[in-house]
């Protein structure tokens, strides 16, 4: 997923994390527990695509940890699909394994995609990694791409590669979105400048959260000076249940507007209910809160998918670390709630967008957020805990997703708060 660090030792360390995921099927396989299935895309839809007599054999194979009902699979998916559509595909060429959970079924689910004849093989959960690296170590004449994960340019192996996108990016900007919509409600008597304080609903303490819940908070810091945040973390990347109640939670405690990084409309059926704006994640939210949900950060891994698969048809080699943001359209905002988001919101955004597909803006610009009252390049050259971040911190800026595809941003900044639900 452009799309994302430390050395290995160190990442194992902050990065316990596991992405959800999600895909469609109709019959069970073999290879899958009782919930996961497999379906090519002739078992859903007639192939009505073209392709060229030398592609008529290639085959996709893609492991998804969920099913189509949480959002981080959903984005995934239309990923698949877009690549199907710009390469001419036909369904009998795309298998898809749904509910793959992180343990030996997938390494099963994986081999079973090989003995299929897949050429590429995806996998979309970070506790995916071991096994895809197992099964790359034993089918060497296939290609396989893993989301998430850090692994692939230590393991020795020339088949295996590591993708995600710099959604931090995208947050960013849906930041700007949520800080214009606190200036107006201050500017309409709704709230004071000392009650801007959002709550965001976390999944797990681990760097890709921090990187976007902080990316987040620099783009309505960005516009809206005197914001906080308080960070709830569920502990779950998707529980419908425990994000509305966090967000509840939130509201309570004083957070006038609520955000997140976990994959379900949960949170922002709660804001609904309160009159509370929302940003949401990976989907538009607008059908379940069409009064409050201001705009989604969002994947477009469709730009990874459609470059992975043409270079391996090609005969090309897949770079063991992929990420990209705006400047490859691999990450985006939902479409603006027109109703109630800031008159002049679309061109700030666009002029946001603009600036950090230049270069001119970088989201984690050091001379924005201080730690503990210091800069981090302070903190650098006066405590050994910070030194390790000098591989990350030069130039002004904190370089995210340029050294390993996976998120390494895992500052704790002035101005948030953490708080781990029970």
Known sequence: MKKKILSVGLIFILMVITLAGCGTSTSTSDSSTSDSSETTKSDVADNSSEVSDSSNDFKVGVVYIGD????????????????????????????????????????????????????????????????????????????????????????????????????????????????????????????????????????????????????????????????????????????????????????????????????????????????????????????????????????????????????VMEGGKLPADWSEGFAEGAVSITELNENIVPEGTAEKVAEVEEAIKSGELHVFDTSTFTINGSSIEDLMETDENYAKYKEYVFDGYFHESELKSAPSFDLRIDGITELTTD
């Open 68 to 311: 189509e009902n949480e959002g981080y699979t959903e984005a995934h998916m239309k990923g698949i699909d877009s690549m199907q559509e710009a390469l001419g595909l036909s369904d009998e060429q795309i298998i898809e394994k749904t509910n793959i959970p992180e343990n030996e079924t997938c390494y099963d689910a994986i081999v079973d995609l090989a003995e299929q004849g897949c050429d590429i093989i995806f996998t979309t959960s970070f506790g995916h990694e071991d096994y895809t690296i197992q099964a790359a170590s034993e089918y060497p004449d296939i290609q396989f791409a893993h989301a998430t994960g850090y692994q692939a340019a230590a393991s020795g192996l020339d088949n295996i590669c590591n993708y995600f996108t710099d959604v931090y990016e995208a947050r960013y900007v849906a930041g700007v979105v949520a800080g214009l919509k606190l200036n107006e409600m201050i500017a309409d008597g709704i709230i004071t400048e000392d009650e801007c304080k959002i709550g965001y609903i976390g999944a797990y303490p681990y760097a890709e959260v921090v990187s976007g819940y902080t990316a987040f908070f620099l783009g309505v810091r960005s516009v809206c000076e005197t914001a906080t945040m308080e960070v709830q973390y569920t502990n779950s990347w998707a529980d419908m249940t425990l994000e509305k109640e966090t967000a509840e939670a939130l509201i309570a405690d004083g957070c006038v507007l609520i955000s997140q990084h976990a994959d379900t409309t949960g949170g922002a059926t709660a804001c609904e209910a309160n009159g509370v704006p929302i940003v949401g994640y990976n989907v538009d939210m607008t059908s379940v809160a069409p009064n409050t949900a201001l705009t989604s950060a969002a994947n477009n891994w469709g730009v990874y998918y459609t470059y992975a698969v043409k270079t």
